[in-house]
């Protein structure tokens, strides 16, 4: 039995898979990072907790907003992010400017998290559970998918190109998506609860 899919689906989720590998590339370089500028541990700690941290609080001021008929601009704006947190990583030369670019790309996934699942919840049929679980599982492959995608480019091609080749992907996924009408059809998830 097939199950029903919004318009844009695929897009969406090829979108997911590169906001998770833009938040998670990192993750395999920061040892060379901190060879390169020569910070401490601490400093790991901050470049890694800043993108949780406003990405949680990114969150949870941002995702009201995707249950008022605003997902195609989060998704967007979060995409957006993402190249332009990856671009910083590339020309970051100091630990605050490292901590800045994970602290954007944090913001991307708070801005492209909710919107995403608005647009899976949908007409909150039947399918719905599954457009979720779909959504999460290529969004988790994703960010398992960055820490190999870093490691594989770092050694031949330095610590430049991973952060590049994720933005990139984030960039390609915002052009497949901005011609797609993209909108929940519902407002909010209570609307579902009081459907059953």
Known sequence: MSIRHPAGWYPLLLAAASIGIANSVVFSLLSNLQDKYGFSDAGLGLIAGSGFLVGLIGE????????????????????????????????????????????????????????????AIGDCDADMPKRLGTLTGVDLAGFVTGPMIGGLLVGPYGLRVPFLVAGSFAFAAALMLMPRPLKPRRRTMLACRARR
């Open 60 to 119: 949870v001021l941002l995702a009201p907003l995707a249950d008022r008929g605003h997902s195609k601009r989060l998704l967007i704006a979060g995409l957006g992010m993402a190249v332009l947190g990856s671009v910083l990583f590339a020309l970051a030369g100091s630990l605050l400017t490292l901590v800045l670019a994970r602290a954007v790309v944090g913001l991307s996934n708070s801005l492209f998290g909710p919107a995403s699942r608005a647009i």
